[in-house]
């Protein structure tokens, strides 16, 4: 299922290249129109290309470390064979990344450069033209791209990446190390700013980040680098001090004005602009992907704010479950409890009130649940805000789709301060943690206008937000130093819902939280600590070999090796 959502934004890179362009040029007929060549396309075209990509990019690779941390459903019993991270599986992202050229991964009749592969084309146009700002975004973007295939793969292709005259390129370009890919992110992200700040001769014809607000990209470039320091701290005795002085300098994401997302629209065909999650599961056979019960569950018992926002319940009951256990319907409602389950009292099966998800790692059957399954809602999706009407969907409900892929947000970059402060005090942390929640809150509430059946009523009011706030400091304030640890962890994945980049990078670089719903199979192997190299890769380059399992630590993760790491597998 998460495969179809993949082709998404592709579709929607092809119609963008051909609205947003003012030039019209020569095509070759013989050839595929939807493939831009430096031959046939402006520094404009490939900046629309690069920005499309790249949000794309950041969906699925957000859903990778997403499914990891219960942010989103995880399918597959064990670690070290889950379907969604097999290496076949994991081609379309890094072809985006870096280039198409194993176009048997991609729809039929789709052709897309890559990331990477755009901006290397760009190049030249944009330097002899003076487009500092062209070049700006994709130094941006760059940076962001490479920095998270280390996080996620470990060493890849860099320096070799890109050689060879175009008739005939390199390859079989040879990894580079994680830490160097991570020294020319940072270099890059100083280029960038500095291009940011020169007066460009042409402004790019699109922005769909910032629409050209390039005060606002030199506080992202600067957020990136904050992160990069921050997932470097174990293993560089500088990196809090570099942390720390970008905060004192105070230009950084602190406001949600200022959050680094991409949008999308409502437009369903030619091309479909609809955010990934919503052209998935909005569709006439309902919806196609589960939520993950651990997430659901976690915020129910908290009574979050956020939860009719996140989860639209087609049902007020569980079938097959609550009204009377079938086989048929819920298998695993007939099934007894596992027994590490019930030892560490995790929700097994199903949620109360039509919360119907799945447990980490449950690979049962599909039965035909997708007007009964919990969906997507209006954030970040673009999807219908939860009314309790219980009406189930259809194409074009809720927002239409326009929903957000959240990249860089200020109540991320909040709770980045609560584990710096952390790390000396723990107790520090509360003031940043508090002000990332009210972020998050404000930010997810205030998407629900978007969608057509909102019920203001059903809205959180000043006053729950505020028990809600008051009792999370109570919590916080009681718990030990671990439990701190805990609560923090927690209250980030919730905020991260829709992008679990960081939360992924934030379990294995603290082990927390140690409450994570484990997974279903008892003894699942270890953790998956980096994802296999993708198929097309390994296959076709003969410098490289497959990884040996997908314990492998990236660079920057020192900490002790798996399953003893992290805790809750």
Same mark, same amino acid.
């Not at 589960?290 to 989860?311: G, H, V």
């Not at 007007?371 to 809720?398: I, Q």
């Not at 997810?444 to 009011?461: E, I, V």
């Given at each position: 299922?998460?495969?179809?959502?993949?082709?998404?934004?592709?579709?929607?890179?092809?119609?963008?290249?051909?609205?947003?362009?003012?030039?019209?040029?020569?095509?070759?007929?013989?050839?595929?129109?939807?493939?831009?060549?430096?031959?046939?396309?402006?520094?404009?075209?490939?900046?629309?290309?690069?920005?499309?990509?790249?949000?794309?990019?950041?969906?699925?690779?957000?859903?990778?470390?997403?499914?990891?941390?219960?942010?989103?459903?995880?399918?597959?019993?064990?670690?070290?064979?889950?379907?969604?991270?097999?290496?076949?599986?994991?081609?379309?992202?890094?072809?985006?990344?870096?280039?198409?050229?194993?176009?048997?991964?991609?729809?039929?009749?789709?052709?897309?450069?890559?990331?990477?592969?755009?901006?290397?084309?760009?190049?030249?146009?944009?330097?002899?033209?003076?487009?500092?700002?062209?070049?700006?975004?994709?130094?941006?973007?760059?940076?962001?791209?490479?920095?998270?295939?280390?996080?996620?793969?470990?060493?890849?292709?860099?320096?070799?990446?890109?050689?060879?005259?175009?008739?005939?390129?390199?390859?079989?370009?040879?990894?580079?190390?994680?830490?160097?890919?991570?020294?020319?992110?940072?270099?890059?992200?100083?280029?960038?700013?500095?291009?940011?700040?020169?007066?460009?001769?042409?402004?790019?014809?699109?922005?769909?980040?910032?629409?050209?607000?390039?005060?606002?990209?030199?506080?992202?470039?600067?957020?990136?680098?904050?992160?990069?320091?921050?997932?470097?701290?174990?293993?560089?005795?500088?990196?809090?001090?570099?942390?720390?002085?970008?905060?004192?300098?105070?230009?950084?994401?602190?406001?949600?004005?200022?959050?680094?997302?991409?949008?999308?629209?409502?437009?369903?065909?030619?091309?479909?602009?609809?955010?990934?999650?919503?052209?998935?599961?909005?569709?006439?056979?309902?919806?196609?992907?589960?939520?993950?019960?651990?997430?659901?569950?976690?915020?129910?018992?908290?009574?979050?704010?956020?939860?009719?926002?996140?989860?639209?319940?087609?049902?007020?009951?569980?079938?097959?479950?609550?009204?009377?256990?079938?086989?048929?319907?819920?298998?695993?409602?007939?099934?007894?409890?596992?027994?590490?389950?019930?030892?560490?009292?995790?929700?097994?099966?199903?949620?109360?009130?039509?919360?119907?998800?799945?447990?980490?790692?449950?690979?049962?059957?599909?039965?035909?649940?997708?007007?009964?399954?919990?969906?997507?809602?209006?954030?970040?999706?673009? &999807? $219908?805000? %939860?009314?309790?009407?219980?009406?189930? !969907?259809?194409?074009?409900? +809720?927002? =239409?789709?326009? /929903?957000?892929?959240?990249?860089?947000?200020?109540?991320?970059?909040?709770?980045?301060?609560?584990?710096?402060?952390?790390?000396?005090?723990?107790?520090?942390?509360?003031?940043?943690?508090?002000?990332?929640?009210?972020?998050?809150?404000?930010?997810?509430?205030?998407?629900?206008?978007?969608?057509?059946?909102?019920?203001?009523?059903?809205?959180?009011?000043?006053?729950?937000?505020?028990?809600?706030?008051?009792?999370?400091?109570?919590?916080?304030?009681?718990?030990?130093?671990? &439990? $701190?640890? %805990?609560?923090?962890?927690?209250?980030? !994945?919730?905020?991260?819902? +829709?992008? =679990?980049?960081? /939360?992924?990078?934030?379990?294995?670089?603290?082990?927390?939280?140690?409450?994570?719903?484990?997974?279903?199979?008892?003894?699942?192997?270890?953790?998956?600590?980096?994802?296999?190299?993708?198929?097309?890769?390994?296959?076709?380059?003969?410098?490289?070999?497959?990884?040996?399992?997908?314990?492998?630590?990236?660079?920057?993760?020192?900490?002790?090796?798996?399953?003893?790491?992290?805790?809750?597998?």
């Amino acid at each position: 299922m998460k495969k179809v959502l993949k082709y998404i934004g592709l579709t929607v890179l092809t119609g963008v290249l051909f609205l947003t362009s003012c030039e019209t040029t020569e095509l070759d007929l013989a050839d595929n129109p939807n493939f831009l060549r430096p031959d046939q396309s402006s520094a404009d075209l490939f900046l629309n290309s690069i920005q499309v990509d790249f949000a794309t990019f950041t969906e699925l690779m957000g859903w990778n470390g997403g499914d990891l941390v219960r942010i989103s459903y995880m399918n597959g019993r064990n670690y070290q064979n889950i379907a969604n991270y097999a290496p076949t599986q994991l081609n379309l992202e890094w072809n985006i990344a870096y280039q198409a050229d194993a176009q048997e991964a991609l729809p039929s009749g789709l052709e897309v450069n890559g990331i990477l592969a755009d901006i290397r084309a760009m190049e030249p146009e944009a330097v002899e033209s003076e487009l500092f700002h062209h070049t700006a975004i994709g130094q941006f973007i760059e940076a962001f791209t490479m920095v998270t295939l280390v996080d996620f793969f470990g060493d890849v292709p860099y320096s070799e990446a890109f050689q060879g005259d175009g008739e005939q390129p390199n390859l079989n370009p040879a990894l580079d190390s994680g830490a160097s890919i991570y020294a020319a992110a940072l270099q890059l992200l100083d280029d960038a700013i500095a291009n940011f700040g020169r007066d460009a001769v042409t402004e790019p014809a699109n922005d769909f980040y910032y629409n050209g607000d390039w005060d606002d990209w030199i506080k992202a470039c600067n957020t990136l680098k904050m992160k990069i320091y921050l997932q470097t701290r174990l293993v560089d005795p500088n990196a809090v001090a570099n942390f720390n002085a970008i905060v004192a300098e105070g230009n950084f994401i602190d406001e949600s004005s200022e959050d680094l997302q991409f949008e999308w629209g409502t437009n369903s065909v030619q091309p479909d602009a609809r955010h990934p999650r919503y052209a998935d599961n909005y569709v006439p056979s309902g919806g196609a992907d589960y939520l993950p019960n651990w997430l659901m569950n976690y915020m129910t018992e908290s009574e979050d704010p956020r939860i009719r926002y996140y989860f639209y319940r087609q049902v007020n009951a569980v079938p097959g479950a609550e009204i009377q256990p079938n086989e048929e319907t819920l298998a695993c409602s007939l099934e007894p409890v596992p027994q590490h389950y019930t030892d560490g009292g995790f929700t097994f099966c199903f949620l109360p009130n039509g919360y119907w998800g799945r447990d980490h790692g449950q690979n049962a059957g599909i039965p035909p649940d997708g007007f009964t399954r919990a969906v997507y809602g209006v954030y970040p999706s673009g &999807g $219908k805000f %939860d009314d309790s009407s219980f009406t189930g !969907l259809s194409v074009g409900s +809720g927002a =239409g789709g326009a /929903g957000a892929t959240p990249i860089i947000l200020a109540s991320t970059v909040d709770f980045m301060r609560a584990e710096i402060a952390m790390l000396d005090n723990p107790a520090a942390g509360k003031p940043f943690m508090l002000e990332g929640i009210a972020k998050s809150i404000a930010k997810t509430t205030s998407f629900g206008p978007r969608a057509s059946n909102f019920d203001g009523s059903l809205a959180p009011t000043a006053g729950e937000i505020t028990v809600f706030s008051d009792e999370l400091d109570t919590d916080f304030d009681a718990a030990d130093d671990n &439990g $701190k640890w %805990d609560l923090l962890a927690e209250q980030f !994945l919730v905020s991260l819902f +829709g992008n =679990g980049i960081d /939360g992924y990078n934030f379990y294995r670089r603290t082990g927390f939280p140690t409450t994570l719903q484990p997974n279903l199979e008892p003894e699942p192997g270890a953790f998956v600590r980096s994802l296999n190299y993708p198929g097309d890769f390994v296959n076709n380059n003969s410098s490289v070999s497959p990884k040996a399992d997908q314990t492998v630590q990236v660079f920057w993760d020192n900490n002790p090796a798996s399953p003893a790491f992290p805790i809750a597998n």
